[in-house]
């Protein structure tokens, strides 16, 4: 999976197209991510204690990683990445400006 935690990325499909965020968690096994404000969706969540109330829960669901594309930090585009050697080193490099990610 070429996203990491951490990588701001925009959204490129779907119905939060055109938004951008920090990926919070990746699904490597599923190809999902999950993006701060994006996806959200509302979670029933039972009382758990005698008294409190049940309330729904505003969360980021995961989506797939191939609806969203890194944006380089160097050129601040949506670029998608390639890899190259740098010593002993794999590296992710921007396409568009070659900078690494």
Do not use: W
Request: glycine share 8%.
């Amino acid at each position: 999976m070429r996203i990491k935690k951490g990588d701001l990325v925009k959204k490129i499909a779907g119905k939060d197209k055109g938004k951008q965020g920090k990926v919070l968690r990746t699904v490597p096994s599923e190809g999902k991510i999950v993006v701060e404000k994006m996806n959200i969706v509302k979670k029933h969540q039972k009382a758990r204690r005698e008294g409190q109330r049940g309330q729904r829960v505003e969360i980021a669901a995961p989506f797939d990683a191939s609806n969203a594309m890194i944006i380089c930090p160097a050129c601040a585009k949506a670029t998608r990445v390639s890899y190259s050697k740098v010593g002993d080193k794999k590296v992710r490099l921007c396409k568009k400006c070659g900078k690494e990610l």
